[in-house]
């Protein structure tokens, strides 16, 4: 480079090819995002009432969806049980 100075290339976001960025379709999971979101919320609610129900349940053996359970509830007596009043007076 003799008798010349290089000038550097300051290049903005206008000079990119605009149809490599805009035009590729969003991908599925991009498009429908909010209804995976919506899918995966409706079964996690599901499996946490169906496992509170295995909780408060007092069967022996519980059979649902695939999972088996078979436990021995703690068998409470009329002594151990206690009525609290949630009234203030």
Known sequence: MTGSTAVPIICPIECIN????CESP???LEKH???????V???SAC?????TYFLKSRCKKIKCCGLECDRTPIDLSAEQIEVVSNQQE
């Open 18 to 21: 605009r149809d490599l960025i």
């Open 26 to 28: 969003p991908d599925w």
């Open 33 to 39: 995002s909010t209804f995976v979101l919506t899918f």
């Open 41 to 43: 919320a409706s079964l």
């Open 47 to 51: 499996m946490g009432v169906i496992l």
